[in-house]
């Protein structure tokens, strides 16, 4: 089966700095990413979508220039937290998809905590 | 504005006996849905998914069943076993394309009663 995975699976920070995690597809080719976040007790919300090569699609009130993606190869999409703060902190959770994949694969998960 | 809807947060259910979690949803352009299962601190895993054109599929112990006039789906999980203990989402999207988008609801948790 289609693996994706994530780095780190959890990251302390203190707050105003950025913090970066990695999301990589490791036996396919993935044309599509997404970035969700999950709050306790609560449903996945997708964040963004992001095409190999292209610029990342928001959603409706997440903040573009806070939430920085790249998906610069067919194997790995970054989420960047620019200037992060307590209310940053949650559960991201990156998906892959691909020419060859019927749905999408979800990564492990990073737990961010802002202090 | 949630789109899709389970309403039971948890459910538990004995060993052995039939698991039915439900799902509802709002908007009508969706058109596939898929349950994923999914333990604290993991991403969540791919379990059974229909096309609107179907009203029932199935996937050994996984049966999911879609009432679109209705706008609600279903999944039966029998028998009940230990490990399938974890929340289950539901999703929808506009298409089976695996680069559409996917609506998540807010998850019920099953606990499966030795």
């Known amino acids: 089966g289609a693996v994706v995975s994530q780095h780190p699976s959890r990251v302390i920070c203190k707050s105003g700095t950025s913090v970066k995690i990695e999301c990589r597809s490791l036996?396919?080719?993935?044309?599509?990413m997404f970035w969700y976040r999950q709050f306790p007790k609560q449903s996945l919300m997708l964040m963004a979508t992001?095409?190999?090569?292209?610029?990342?699609?928001?959603e409706q009130g997440v903040e573009k220039d806070k939430f920085l993606i790249n998906h610069a190869s067919l194997t790995l999409s970054t989420l960047t937290v620019t200037s992060a703060h307590p209310e940053d902190s949650s559960f991201y959770i990156c998906?892959?998809?691909?020419?060859?994949?019927?749905?999408?694969?979800f990564g492990p998960g990073t737990r961010l905590t802002v202090l | 504005d949630q789109q899709v809807k389970q309403n039971s947060p948890s459910l538990s259910v004995q060993e052995g006996r039939i698991s039915i979690l439900n799902c509802d949803y709002t908007?009508?352009?969706?058109?596939?849905f898929l349950w994923y299962k999914k333990y604290p601190a993991e991403g969540p895993t791919f379990l059974i998914s229909i096309s609107s054109i179907k009203d029932k599929n199935e996937d050994g112990r996984f049966t999911v069943f879609l009432n679109k006039s209705a706008k609600h789906l279903s999944l039966h999980i029998v028998p009940s076993q230990p490990g399938d203990s974890a929340v289950y989402f539901c999703a929808a999207s506009e298409s089976n394309f695996g680069n559409e988008k996917l609506t998540f609801g807010t998850g019920t948790r099953l606990t499966i009663i030795p």
């Open positions: 908007n009508s352009m969706f058109d596939y």
């Open positions: 992001s095409n190999e090569g292209s610029k990342a699609t928001y």
């Open positions: 998906s892959a998809s691909g020419r060859d994949t019927d749905t999408q694969y």
């Open positions: 036996d396919f080719q993935a044309t599509t």
